[in-house]
């Protein structure tokens, strides 16, 4: 017997199909069941965030030029069950106090100190202003528990050895996973090997330092966790992993670690907190011809290509009297937030209005010069973290009207086999991505210096 047939002779198939002309004479009900569930269905796949809550940002990525007075944009929506998100637009005017703020010391710092009564008046507009706008009170809050060093570890060496020196040309800020232990070595095998803190112990010149940055393993103690980005801080910490994390630092010297879950959704706070340590507690880096670079704990670099690149910029940078900014790397110009519920990069219209990303430089390895680095830095305190890193740093870079640089020639997102690619790999590769197995790295590694 067939299915078909199987179903037929179930009773109430069978009533259904004893009428006069059972498709007609349709049920209201089962139409009103359907339609609900159409309905629902609907919303589960995230449709109605297209057709009613996505607010549109052209094509060619001007923002909606609305400016407030002090160059702050406040705005509001209700999300579907009502409730009111707020956010918040800095204009590009900002960008100009970012210098006089600069100056100013950083309310930040003042903040930090709690010292009100010397605090200059710019400073204090800034602070007054940012405690009306809940939001940026908020992320303020956040921003000082997620760049907190984790109690008792040790800071890096590199760090105090060249403090006062600033003389580090290039910094690598490795995002890496508390438990990554076997790719850092790999990567310490591999690229960092020549890297300047190794070099400066062996009474050399400094060149590049590579720093890993890592969050906490484990659970929180109390308070709520939980997925929201930007949402803390909580207070206390049950450490998973953190012996072996010391021992580590006991020995190589070369880690960051700063108080934000090490999970895959924190990783803008791991760049944003890992660029905040590096300007703010590890000032190393050559003030004119400073540069900073992100990358993955996956990523093959090759020494040789970026010193060229960085050769060629610093170059160009002499020529200008005011050098114009760095944000390079391999960019998507033109993506859309992912609407569909299911996927693993869904974002709502609550958490990003507009419908489309500003063009962004992929996270796994972004290059910035040091003032572009600094801009960064002080615009972070103005606009709330988002979920994925490389997209946040558009945002800012959108904010602040620094354009990114396209190099995909050279750092590539996806993964290119060395095999048939050697001269590709020696001539032209400044980073390359796909090596999350650490053997593979180092074999990789061996290669390209066997062709070399
Ligand atoms: C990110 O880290 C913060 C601070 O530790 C934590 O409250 C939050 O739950 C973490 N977020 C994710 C998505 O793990």
Redesign the pocket.
């Given at each position: 017997m067939s299915f078909l047939q199987l179903v037929s002779q179930m009773t109430p198939v069978r009533r259904w199909l004893s009428r006069k002309n059972p498709f007609f004479v349709c049920d209201f009900y089962f139409v009103l069941v359907l339609v609900i569930f159409l309905g629902f269905a609907a919303n589960y796949v995230g449709i109605y965030d297209f057709i009613f809550f996505e607010k549109s940002f052209d094509n060619d990525f001007t923002w909606p030029p609305r400016v407030f007075d002090n160059g702050f944009y406040q705005d509001h929506q209700r999300t579907s069950d009502g409730r009111r998100i707020d956010y918040v637009e800095f204009s590009a005017s900002l960008t100009s106090s970012l210098e006089e703020w600069k100056l100013n010391s950083a309310f930040w710092k003042l903040e930090k100190e709690n010292d009100f009564s010397e605090r200059p008046a710019f400073a204090q507009g800034m602070m007054s202003m940012v405690g009306q706008i809940p939001v940026l009170r908020q992320h303020i809050k956040y921003l000082q528990?997620?760049t907190t060093p984790v109690a008792d570890m040790p800071a890096p060496t590199a760090c105090t050895l060249f403090h006062s020196s600033k003389s580090v040309g290039l910094v690598i800020l490795v995002k890496s996973a508390v438990t990554h232990s076997a790719r850092r070595e790999a990567i310490r095998k591999t690229w960092a090997a020549a890297s300047a803190h190794t070099m400066a112990k062996n009474g050399k010149e400094s060149l590049y330092q590579v720093l890993f940055v890592v969050?906490?393993g484990g659970t929180?103690t109390s308070?709520?966790?939980?997925?929201?980005?930007g949402?803390?801080?909580?207070t206390g910490?049950t450490y998973q992993y953190q012996a072996d994390l010391m021992e580590e630092q006991a020995t190589h010297g070369d880690l960051i670690q700063l108080?934000?879950?090490d999970?895959y959704?924190?990783n803008t706070?791991k760049t944003i907190a890992g660029l905040h340590y590096l300007l703010d507690k590890c000032p190393i880096l050559d003030a004119r011809n400073g540069f900073v670079f992100f990358s993955d704990d996956d990523m093959l670099l090759n020494m040789k290509n970026m010193e060229k690149l960085l050769d060629g910029i610093r170059a160009e940078r002499d020529l200008q009297s005011v050098p114009n900014d760095v944000y390079l790397g391999h960019q998507f110009p033109g993506s859309k937030p992912q609407r569909w519920r299911w996927s693993k990069w869904y974002i709502s219209t609550d958490e990003y209005p507009f419908s489309w990303y500003p063009p962004y430089i992929t996270a796994a390895a972004v290059l910035l010069s040091k003032d572009t680095a600094e801009k960064f830095f002080y615009a972070s305190h103005f606009v709330p973290l988002f979920r994925f890193d490389d997209i946040y740093l558009s945002i800012i870079a959108h904010m602040l009207q620094i354009s990114s640089q396209d190099r995909s020639d050279a750092i590539w997102f996806d993964y290119v086999p060395f095999e048939g690619n050697a001269e590709l790999y020696r001539d032209k590769m400044i980073a390359a991505h796909g090596f999350h197995q650490p053997e593979f790295m180092i074999s990789t590694y061996q290669r390209l210096i066997a062709v070399s």
């Open positions: 528990f997620i969050g906490v929180h308070g709520t966790g939980g997925a929201d980005v949402v803390g801080p909580t910490f108080q934000f879950l999970t959704f924190n706070a």
